[in-house]
T-cell receptor
């Protein structure tokens, strides 16, 4: 079974500082990894994904994530945090095609990011 | 496209009543998902459909929950009878395919409160 862990319930960072939101995963086979963001009273919005290729993936709003196969991690990063980045961030994992119609997307519990002015 | 549309946005109901949540996926998307979000359990996949056919309903908590997708543009999640522990935010999402590079698109959710 596939699983995702986000070890921090909350991350606080000062505006202008770099931020990191951690994610580790467990799957059989090569993973497909995603980051989503949820603003208050909104649905989840896609940020970025890793499918294959370059381990550093760039996404929306200046975010990037680094895939590390040996550490089974996919941490989300941003060089300079904005107050408007404050939100709930979810990491998610999929496994490759495993049967007709299959689509197993598993989310972590989420990390609340607070950027302090 | 307007994205995934869910209705209602908020629902307050009394314990024992039937509740129906509605979802319109993005046109052309073959996959539709129902998720439940709570503080304690995070995001849980309840059920998903491929081409209107339920593929995996192992996340449906109990027989009080049922989901249907009568056509490609509409799905419902029904709870009958509802209980206070069903209070949560329910999200619908859709995806164009199950190819690795495709992501799921989420609606804004229905906040359900059962009193």
């Amino acid at each position: 079974a596939q699983s995702v862990a986000q070890p921090e319930d909350q991350v606080n960072v000062a505006e202008g500082n770099p931020l990191t939101v951690k994610c580790t995963y467990s799957v059989s086979g090569n993973p497909y990894l995603f980051w989503y963001v949820q603003y208050p009273n909104r649905g989840l919005q896609f940020l970025l994904k890793y499918i294959t290729g370059d381990n550093l993936v760039k996404g929306s709003y200046g975010f990037e994530a680094e895939f590390n196969k040996s550490q089974t991690s996919f941490h989300l990063k941003k060089p300079s945090a904005l107050v408007s980045d404050s939100a709930l961030y979810f990491c998610a994992v999929r496994v490759p095609y495993s049967g007709a119609g299959s689509y197993q997307l598993t989310f972590g519990k989420g990390t609340k990011l607070s950027v302090i002015p | 496209d307007a994205g995934v549309i869910q209705s209602p946005r908020h629902e307050v109901t009394e314990m024992g009543q039937e509740v129906t949540l509605r979802c319109k996926p993005i046109s052309g998307h073959d996959y539709l998902f129902w998720y439940r979000q709570t503080m304690m359990r995070g995001l849980e996949l309840l059920i998903y459909f491929n081409n209107n056919v339920p593929i995996d309903d192992s996340g449906m908590p109990e027989d009080r929950f049922s989901a249907k997708m009568p056509n490609a543009s509409f799905s419902t999640l029904k709870i009958q009878p509802s209980e206070p522990r069903d209070s949560a935010v329910y999200f619908c999402a859709s995806s164009p395919s199950n190819r690795p590079g495709t992501e799921a698109f989420f609606g804004q959710g229905t906040r359900l409160t059962v009193v």
